[in-house]
């Protein structure tokens, strides 16, 4: 009877269970073992992690290396075989399932090691010696050091022993040396040595920590030394103490020993004081701590703490001339530990308020931190309320606790119940009458005993000949007529009840037909256009005409297109198309715009003898016109082709000739004609010649060996300019050739002081054009005596003359300098009136004939003017003033020359010419004009900048074509000439 009541409630706690822990018939995962933290020797141990949880299957494990994925690991099971450094660390085991994911506690797996640096090293420590008996006084010295460790290093058998280093080099541990006043303790890893009552034997050497682990062979490490050493400073005769270390590290209620040593002529009052409150001293414990048996004195001065639970204790020495205070912080190593913990199951229902609360104890204190399915979501409260939970929170939730020592959690599974919701909903249909229609709607709930209903305009369907509702939330509507169309919504419920629902409409619609149009629509260009097009169909279908055209159009209600003043780019196919919910259809009309015939303006076309040719006639007509050829009034029947573009009602006419002559020479006509009207354009055909005189021939002397010339491209004749011929020589030597496609030329290497005649031609497919020819001379070398013109050239002496100069001559200089001023005055005075008087007389005017009877005719080919050459003049700076000291000379007195070979037309009217052909050379006669007065080819009224070229000639012209609109007006008359 007790085994079968036995069975029944095992029977009645596993359904309850069953209810309780299921989602959806689903129970998530729960761990049943979790993988517990392990310690190894560096490559000669393998360590093995296990865990294990229950749940739905299948479950499914992965683990985590301080906090990343393992991708290798997906197992209950990890095993890492000759651990080494990069296999340390924390590790966690997820377990996962279709309820949820839960992520264990972590295990760290550790190695047996040291660290080569301490974090406290003993220091020297002073002590006094009585001189009058030369030996240490009374008191206590003390050292100690705290080890290192490497991180994830298994550290809780580490042995902590001191050595004593002698003079000789020996080191010999403490222990052996069987001292009673050598006293040494160690606390984790704190260790304290005492000397009492030290003697002169004990201040040879050093001391010093030396770490072993018994579980790793060989291991050792070994801190800095300290010295005891010996002073007789007044302060160390009276009182000194030390306490070292000023932290002390421990676990959570281990004892741990507080060293406070003094050393002096007197043995002062020792109090001990924890935060702040005194619990004893060398006279004893006080009574409440004595009766709670938390503190023992270890003479002479030092603390036991039997329990240790942290914070901060002082060493008080006080005497009736000093007080004295050390303090020591015991800092608490101690793991987290889950206090409050969580239930394993929450079942609770959406909108309800849940919280859940976790709490933990350890030193430092933990960090707290909640995961969902395995995943932190930066709460790091103790507790996690949800005011009004949803069926978002339902799954697996851990609080997670952590400090430097360890980690803790606790886990439960919250079950949200919640009413049947829409999942993926209907959508709106559009269909053609008389098809059928059909609506799918899922939902989800928990219970998940879901039934579907479907509402149409709010009222609640029934299964029909027309209507079918399945059990899986599908819905369908056969043979479907206007009057079905609504909007219908799917309410899935539970045992909880409804929750969301979801709505769509249905639209029954008649394909639409365009009812009339028109195929073809023919125009005269200028005129409306009107392109009819009418559709049917529900709902009313909407009208849309396309073309790709410039113009504006308008489309009616009715879908009639409107196009205002049409052109013949506006001729071509429309598409008209009908839409509405359904679908659309379309139809084309073609629209013709007749327009009379266009063809281009008249043009010269230039021909190479003896070529084809070929002459394009294109046309802009529609209809198709009828194109004639003419030439010189007469039609032509020869080789005559017409094509057509239709798409843009273009068409070209082609006339060949072969092997042009003379006879071809003169117009042609190109005549179309259609039924709108008639249009020509005329060809002027000519045949190609060679290029015309180059044109505005400018020769600038650059130089004693330069000579620049520029020119106008003159007419090529038809056929375009290859490239000018410049062609030049000195006298009666021999010619030399150069071109360029320039308009511009420079001529290098030419001898100084000479004339060259220079020519200039085009070239082109046809042959070399007529040259247009010019002379010009060279500058003389710079390095040749100028010659005396006569004329002041410069007020200032020279450089020679200044360096030649004295300070006892600056009198005379001054004087002479005064005089010259004057008389430049005057004569500056005597031209002024000169002028005035010769523009009472008249104008000024050069009877060339008489002047210059040897002036050459230039370009015979074409007409002159009587006795002048149309060839440019040269103008250059008297080589006075360009050879002396440029800086000395004075504006007002450069002068310029202008060979007389050729007739001098380049002067400005109503000045005055002086010759000197005294100071010429033979060779050239030249005539010299102030420069105060423009010349003609300057630019008047501006400052005129000469450029130097790198022989330093200058560019005294701008490019004004020759000769000026001035001088070829000019005529004889009976005024002086010029002297």
């Not at 009458?433 to 059909?438: L, Q, S, V």
């Not at 030049?728 to 308009?743: N, V």
Request: aromatic letters at 8%; charged letters at 20%; glycine letters at 6%.
């Amino acid at each position: 009877m007790s085994t079968l009541l036995f069975l029944l409630l095992v029977f009645f706690l596993g359904t309850v269970a069953f209810a309780t822990t299921h989602t959806h018939g689903l129970t998530g995962p729960a761990f049943i073992q979790e993988p517990e933290s392990t310690t190894v020797h560096l490559r000669e141990d393998n360590a093995f992690f296990h865990c294990n949880a229950s749940g739905t299957l299948p479950l499914t494990y992965t683990w985590l290396l301080n906090g990343q994925l393992l991708p290798s690991a997906t197992s209950n099971i990890y095993e890492v075989f000759g651990v080494t450094l990069n296999d340390v660390g924390v590790y966690q085991c997820v377990a996962e399932n279709k309820a949820g994911k839960i992520v264990s506690r972590k295990a760290e797996l550790k190695f047996y090691g040291l660290s080569d640096v301490f974090k406290h090293d003993p220091v020297d420590t002073l002590f006094y010696v009585n001189q009058s008996t030369n030996t240490p006084g009374p008191g206590t010295a003390v050292f100690s050091c705290t080890a290192g460790v490497l991180e994830h290093s298994h550290t809780d058998t580490l042995t902590i022993e001191w050595e004593r280093d002698f003079s000789n080099g020996a080191s010999v541990p403490i222990r052996s040396l069987g001292v009673s006043r050598y006293v040494q303790f160690q606390v984790s890893l704190v260790s304290t040595l005492q000397i009492d009552q030290p003697e002169l034997s004990d201040f040879e050497g050093g001391y010093r920590c030396v770490v072993t682990h018994p579980n790793v062979t060989g291991q050792r490490s070994t801190s800095k030394m300290g010295r005891l050493i010996l002073t007789d400073e007044v302060e160390y005769a009276k009182f000194a103490f030390s306490m070292k270390p000023p932290t002390v590290y421990v676990k959570y209620n281990e004892p741990v020993i507080l060293g406070c040593a003094t050393r002096g002529e007197e043995q002062p009052v020792v109090h001990w004081k924890a935060d702040g409150f005194v619990i004893g001293g060398n006279g004893g414990i006080v009574n409440l701590q004595r009766l709670l048996n938390a503190y023992e004195l270890i003479q002479p001065a030092n603390l036991k703490i039997k329990q240790a639970t942290g914070g901060d204790f002082t060493c008080s020495i006080q005497s009736d001339l000093y007080n004295y205070e050390a303090e020591v912080k015991v800092v608490i190593e101690d793991p987290p530990r889950i206090v409050t913990s969580l239930q394993s199951l929450y079942m609770v229902t959406e909108g309800d308020r849940l919280e859940l609360s976790c709490t933990a104890n350890g030193a430092p204190n933990p960090t707290m931190t909640w995961l969902f399915n395995g995943v932190s979501f930066g709460n790091n409260n103790t507790n996690l309320l949800f005011s009004s939970i949803s069926e978002t929170d339902h799954g697996m939730h851990q609080c997670f606790t952590e400090n430097i020592y360890g980690t803790d959690h606790s886990s439960t599974f919250v079950h949200v119940r919640y009413p049947a919701k829409v999942s993926a909903g209907p959508t709106d249909l559009v269909i053609h009458i008389g098809d059928t229609a059909c609506f799918s709607c899922s939902a989800r709930g928990n219970p998940d005993d879901i039934v579907y209903a479907w509402n149409k305009a709010g009222s609640r369907l029934a299964n029909s000949s027309q209507v079918t509702m399945l059990s899986d939330g599908r819905l369908y509507i056969v043979n479907a007529t206007l009057d079905d169309m609504a909007t219908y919504t799917c309410i899935p419920s539970n045992s909880l009840g409804t929750g969301e629902t979801a709505s769509a409409s249905l639209t029954v619609a008649i394909f639409p037909t365009i009812t009339y149009s028109l195929d073809n629509v023919t125009v005269n260009a200028s005129a409306n256009a009107f392109l009819p097009c009418f559709a049917n169909g529900f709902p009313n279908p909407t009208i849309q005409w396309t073309k790709v055209s410039n113009q504006q159009s308008q489309q009616d209600e009715n879908g009639t297109l409107f196009l205002k003043a049409v052109t013949i780019s506006d001729g071509g196919t429309y598409t008209c198309t009908a839409t509405n919910v359904i679908g659309s259809t379309f139809v084309t009309t073609q629209l013709i715009v007749q327009v009379a015939p266009e063809t281009p303006d008249n043009s010269t076309i230039y021909v190479k003898p003896e070529a084809d040719v070929s002459i394009s006639c294109f046309i802009t007509s529609n209809p198709i016109p009828s194109v004639k050829w003419y030439h010189e009034g007469n039609q032509v029947t020869g080789l005559i082709t017409t094509t057509v573009t239709l798409i843009k009602n273009e068409f070209v006419s082609i006339l060949t000739i072969t092997g042009f002559s003379d006879a071809d020479i003169g117009d042609y006509q190109c005549r179309a004609t259609n039924l709108l009207g008639t249009d020509s354009t005329t060809y002027h055909l000519l045949e190609q010649t060679v290029p015309d005189t180059p044109e505005s021939v400018v020769v600038i002397v650059l130089s004693h060996s330069m000579i620049n010339v520029q020119w106008t491209a003159p007419f090529d004749g038809g056929s375009s300019i290859d490239y000018f011929i410049i062609r030049y020589r000195e006298s009666e030597q021999l010619w030399k050739d150069q071109h360029t496609s320039e308009l511009s030329y420079t001529i290098r290497n030419l001898e100084p002081r000479r004339t060259y005649t220079i020519e200039v031609a085009a070239l082109n497919n046809i042959g070399i054009g007529i040259a247009a020819v010019r002379t010009a001379v060279t500058h003389r070398l710079l390095t040749e005596a100028p010659k005396y013109t006569g004329q002041i050239t410069s007020l200032e002496p020279t450089v020679r003359e200044r360096q030649e100069t004295s300070a006892g001559k600056a009198t005379t200089g001054l004087v002479l300098g005064i005089v010259m001023a004057f008389l430049l005055l005057i004569v500056v005075i005597i031209i002024f009136l000169v002028i005035k008087l010769k523009k009472r007389q008249g104008q000024y005017t050069v009877d060339e004939q008489e002047a210059y009877p040897d002036a050459p005719f230039e370009s015979p080919d074409k007409p002159q003017l009587p006795q002048l050459s149309a060839s440019p003049r040269k103008v250059e700076v008297d080589p006075l003033a360009s050879e002396a000291d440029p800086e000395a000379q004075p504006e007002l007195s450069k002068t310029a020359s202008i060979p007389v070979e050729e007739p001098l037309i380049i002067l400005k009217k109503e000045k005055d010419v002086t010759v000197d052909p005294e100071v010429q050379p033979e060779s050239s006669e030249t005539a010299s004009i102030p420069v105060e007065e423009p010349l003609l080819m300057l630019k008047e009224e501006k400052d005129v900048t000469m450029p130097k070229d790198c022989d330093g000639g200058s560019l005294l012209f701008d490019q004004t074509p020759w000769p000026p609109a001035a001088a070829v007006d000019i005529e004889k008359s009976d005024q002086p000439k010029a002297s």
